[in-house]
């Protein structure tokens, strides 16, 4: 009746009676008993709240009690010994000779604790984070935050100080976020923002090792808002964070983020004519342009980082941009100019000796390879990237080679294999957190679900990827993603369906400016409107759609997918009612599959047996 039916209040009121002796607990062999001293009764006044009870519970704590949970709770829900013996001694004189050993202050604060514990405001713990140190924690968390909001804020900025030079000696620290945070935390709490500032990055910079990049991405924003409140920001770390800040937001899609801190990197590298740094702020907005489809104003961006690193004498912000540059051909299906800019890179990148950055330029490479229907260079170059990248835990890395070797899995017909790749760069994908990676992954285990004869788990994977891409603003994932629709749709016969899906990949792949890709949907929309047409005027629209797939690879000089959209209109032409009839039609479809067929010998004398014939149906 007293706590009203509130389980707190109640549980206050028997730890009253337990601190003022109407309540006593015996030891009777064994069995805990409690004593009620009916006498004592009505010298007790009890809470009518909550809050009340916390008050009371407080006020019965003797002066020396208080000041030390006062520390307590500015250290946190959990504390520790250490951390209370520094707050002690900021204000102390040493003894003349320290000779170790348990000192006086140290048994006294263990005392107190000792008897808090008995009393359930704290609870030792069993183990402590830092080693040789005794862990505590808070039995009740309101009792924490009203001694915080009972303690002044001079000493409050005192604890907080003597907490973080505390801290920042414990040896675990620099190797976890967490305690990194909490270090940044009682640092901006003492006043001291710039070290703050610092805590926060380097805390960022771990939690980013680890691909926690939500995590990282939060603790990069509390490091450069400290560093914008302080008069003398260390510049330096201001850029990197921005790099890193950049780089996590990406990972996370957040795109319009991301761009705006490699902007302001940009603009203050700008302002202190650091050309290396701006090299790097150029090239990554470079990237995010190219990984986002606006190929015309990553090609600008890359150009100008080239020109940066060429001036600042940057040899691997040399390499690194030859790279991007070398990628972006191949996204632009130039692979003549994508293989020279490659080479070169992975020369530079050999010389210097980083492996991860060896592994990404092989990893390109195998790309060029891959579709310029080398199929045992992309190959032996994915493999050889694949080594270094799990021999140095580059998951990320690892992620992505997986992914490109079940593509050539899918070239080859092996569907299987390629579905077991698929699945194992997804399940690493999803360690990393990568979203953009994730889509990318999905439309691939959706696209090979298709081919297995899986229709309805395939458009499941490919819707996932869909609203993935769309929600990341990735225009170039988003439009693979409805390709792979319109063909699982196409399977189902749902034509309707599979021509929408397979025109709006057109519309995208156009506003991307990826011929390549742009190319290959033409083929795709080619066949759903064969497909779905009984004649007439959908035979014509299917065949000025394979003829404009053409013209784009005889442009781009792709021979693999050139065959593929010649194999695509000589089965066009047959279908319709003028191959029987006119010999010229006839004529063409013949000529059309003997330039196919004449491509896929010399591609199959490339692969080496690596798939036959069926090599090349995608």
């Not at 100019?337 to 050999?350: C, D, H, I, N």
């Not at 699982?488 to 034509?495: D, G, N, P």
Request: glycine share 8%.
């Amino acid at each position: 009746m007293l706590s009203g039916g509130n389980p707190a209040l109640l549980e206050q009121i028997v730890r009253i009676y337990h601190d003022t002796g109407v309540l006593e607990t015996t030891d009777d062999f064994g069995d805990e008993r409690w004593a009620v001293h009916v006498d004592k009764l009505a010298q007790v006044k009890l809470p009518l709240s909550v809050e009340d009870a916390v008050q009371a519970r407080i006020a019965a704590l003797a002066p020396e009690e208080r000041e030390l949970l006062e520390r307590a709770a500015a250290m946190g829900g959990v504390f520790w010994l250490g951390g209370l013996i520094a707050i002690h001694r900021q204000t102390e004189s040493p003894p003349e000779v320290w000779e170790g050993g348990e000192a006086e202050d140290v048994v006294l604060i263990r005392q107190l604790l000792t008897d808090l514990v008995e009393r359930d405001y704290v609870l030792r713990l069993p183990d402590s984070t830092f080693a040789g140190d005794e862990e505590y924690v808070f039995k009740h968390n309101l009792e924490r935050e009203a001694l915080v909001r009972l303690s002044s804020p001079a000493g409050t900025r005192r604890y907080h100080r003597a907490i973080s030079e505390w801290l920042a000696f414990r040896e675990s620290v620099d190797a976890s976020e967490e305690y990194l945070e909490m270090l940044a935390r009682h640092r901006e709490k003492a006043g001291a923002v710039a070290l703050g500032a610092a805590a926060y990055i380097k805390a960022g910079d771990v939690a980013r090792s680890r691909y926690a990049n939500a995590k990282a991405a939060e603790l990069y924003a509390k490091g450069l808002a400290l560093l914008e409140q302080c008069d003398h920001a260390d510049e330096d770390l201001r850029l990197t964070a921005l790099h890193h800040s950049g780089d996590v937001l990406q990972s996370l899609g957040r795109n319009d983020e991301a761009y705006r801190a490699f902007v302001e990197m940009l603009t203050r590298a700008w302002r202190l004519d650091l050309r290396s740094k701006g090299g790097a702020a150029h090239s990554r907005v470079g990237r995010l342009y190219r990984e986002t489809g606006r190929l015309e104003e990553a090609s600008r961006q890359l150009t100008a980082a080239l020109a940066l690193f060429g001036q600042a004498e940057d040899e691997r912000g040399i390499a690194s941009t030859l790279d991007d540059i070398g990628k972006l051909h191949w996204l632009k299906g130039d692979y003549p100019l994508a293989l020279e800019y490659t080479l070169r890179s992975l020369a530079m990148r050999r010389k210097i000796g980083d492996r991860r950055s060896i592994a990404l330029s092989l990893n390109n490479l195998g790309l060029v390879h891959q579709d310029s229907g080398n199929y045992k260079g992309a190959l032996d170059a994915f493999e050889q990237a694949l080594r270094i990248r799990r021999d140095i835990g580059d998951l990320v890395g690892v992620s992505i080679t997986l992914n490109n070797l079940g593509t050539v899995a899918q070239d080859i017909r092996d569907d299987k294999k390629a579905l077991g790749l698929f699945q194992e760069a997804y399940e690493v994908a999803k360690e990393t957190g990568d979203r953009n990676r994730i889509a990318l992954i999905l439309t691939n285990l959706g696209e090979t679900h298709n081919r297995l004869g899986d229709s309805v788990k395939a458009i499941g994977m490919l819707k996932q990827a869909e609203d993935l891409a769309d929600e990341l603003g990735d225009r170039l994932g988003l439009a693979e993603a409805v390709r792979g629709l319109g063909k699982a749709y196409l399977a189902r016969r749902e034509y309707t369906k599979a021509r929408e899906c397979t025109q709006r990949a057109v519309e995208l792949f156009s506003e991307t400016e990826s011929k390549v890709q742009l190319g290959v949907a033409l083929r795709s929309l080619g066949e759903v409107t064969t497909a779905g047409s009984a004649g007439g005027a959908g035979l014509r629209d299917a065949s000025d759609h394979l003829k404009r797939s053409i013209a784009i690879f005889e442009e781009v000089g792709n021979e693999v997918e050139l065959a593929r959209s010649c194999r695509a209109y000589a089965e066009l032409l047959r279908q319709t009612p003028e191959h029987a009839t006119n010999p010229a039609i006839a004529a063409e479809a013949k000529l059309l599959s003997k330039r196919a067929e004449e491509i896929f010998a010399k591609m199959r004398a490339s692969a080496g047996g690596l798939g036959g014939e069926a090599l090349f149906a995608r």
